[in-house]
């Protein structure tokens, strides 16, 4: 009968320590956090607020309760948001802008008290329209296609500085889509369709121009020849114009005389008058 007291006195003693374990247990695992690599962590106090140094990587000790541990991913993540803006001739854009953020390590505790954990998604989409509208305001919608690059780089400088005001690094910033409205897409095709047809014009004005110049030069030319055959005739006689009407008779006898449709040349005065001779040019 002895030993029923003593195993449920040593049972119980058991029990007590297997709850100390245990309640030791759930004290240290309360009293221990790890941040993962690629994460920072910040530490709220409940009787000194938030405290002012960055926990780094491994594992750590806090009093239970009394802190908490917040867990920040410090890794760049991309962030796409769009923005219907307004150019400066009064076209709507739609722009597409891609950023690639990070939060300022150093000031971790501050990003915690001022914007908390999702910092990014509350200031980010804010400023990008906030800059993307004051950009694209100080150029005509046809400028953001001729001078995109110029755009990029102002919209960039402009929003690491707006960025840097929240403790937010840019390590990117780019425009990945710009589209206009339908009325000044079809203003557009208009234009170039009106760009071409002026085109046209002028060159149709052109080769109008360069063949009047080409009828003066040859007008001139025959005008000039018609004079030199003038002067050569007065001062030479007929003889050359006759030896050319000759040549040219002869010619049209060799042509005559190969169709198959002349079957002879007629003799005497009709024979001389289909070869373009004449009896007093050979007088002569």
Known sequence: MAGGPAAVSFLTNIAKAAAGLGAAASLLSASLFTVDGGERAVIFDRFRGVLPETVTEGTHFIVPWLQ????????TRPH????????????MVNLTLR????????????????????????????IGNEVLKAVVAQFNADQLLTERPHVSALVRDALI????????????????????????SLAVEKKQVAQQEAERSKFLVAKAEQERRAA?????????SARLISEATAMAGTGLIEL???????EIAAELARSPNVAYVPAGDNG???????ASGFGR
């Open 272 to 278: 001389r008058m289909l070869l373009g001779l004449n």
């Open 161 to 184: 500085r707006r960025a840097r005001e929240f403790n937010i690094i840019l390590d990117d910033v780019a425009i990945t889509h710009l589209s206009y409205g339908i009325e000044f």
């Open 80 to 91: 796409n948001f769009s923005s219907n803006s307004g150019t400066k001739d009064l076209q």
């Open 68 to 75: 908490k541990p917040y867990i920040f991913d410090i890794r």
């Open 216 to 224: 003066i030069v040859r007008a001139e030319g025959e005008s000039e």
């Open 99 to 126: 950023l690639l953020s990070r939060p300022d390590v150093d000031h971790l505790p501050t990003i915690f008290t001022s914007l908390g954990l999702e910092y990014d998604d509350k200031v980010l989409p804010s």
């Open 244 to 250: 050319r009407r000759i040549e040219a008779a002869k």
